[in-house]
């Protein structure tokens, strides 16, 4: 990510590879996205989850991987691995000496991964509005916000149902987008 890291890359095709946590995990999306952003070319070697991925980079057969900050951050703290950036929008605050991608020479780049509760198409609208209130609650309590920062993930503000529509709708929007540009099939 920093100046030089996408030189190395350039003068080296065909010779590095980087680890994903499986084809079209959106790990793997994110990797690609970073790389067209880039302009390098490294070849994606897919493996069937975290553990292994890591396993191959700490092992030197692959040079690159883009991971959740969960289960990469033990290794990184614990000097086993380098972080170089992280792709989310702001800094993290277990890792604020790492910059962000956007920081490196790439604004507006923003490639994070979310998690989000869904209920069942035809869920009554009052049990949908009261599960929506109470998570809301849940996820504005300081100590969970706490928690959960501790462990290198970022809790977003309550959302409407109408913004939470519309944030999913853009998130499927560019994916697609990576999808497609790449020529991914999956299955």
Do not use: C
């Amino acid at each position: 990510m920093h100046d030089g890291d996408d030189d190395y890359a350039n003068q080296n095709k065909g010779k590095l590879n980087y680890a994903s946590v499986g084809m079209g995990n959106p790990l793997h999306l994110a990797t690609e996205m970073l790389n067209e952003r880039l302009g390098i070319d490294v070849l994606h070697v897919p493996f069937n989850g975290s553990a292994p991925a890591l396993t191959s980079l700490m092992a030197k057969e692959t040079q690159m991987m883009v991971d959740g900050v969960i289960t990469s951050l033990p290794l990184i703290q614990g000097g086993k691995l380098n972080a170089l950036a992280v792709m989310s929008s702001e800094r993290l605050d277990v890792m604020p000496d790492v910059p962000t991608v956007a920081e490196q020479g790439n604004p507006g780049f923003h490639a994070a991964t979310w998690f989000g509760i869904a209920t069942p198409a035809k869920t009554p609208e009052e049990v949908v509005n009261t599960l929506h209130k109470a998570l809301g609650e849940v996820i504005s309590d300081p100590e969970f916000i706490k928690n959960f920062s501790a462990l290198g993930m970022v809790v977003q503000a309550p959302r409407t149902l109408e913004e939470t529509a519309k944030y999913v709708e853009r998130d499927q929007a560019t994916w697609k987008q990576v999808i497609t540009d790449n020529d991914f099939q999956l299955d």
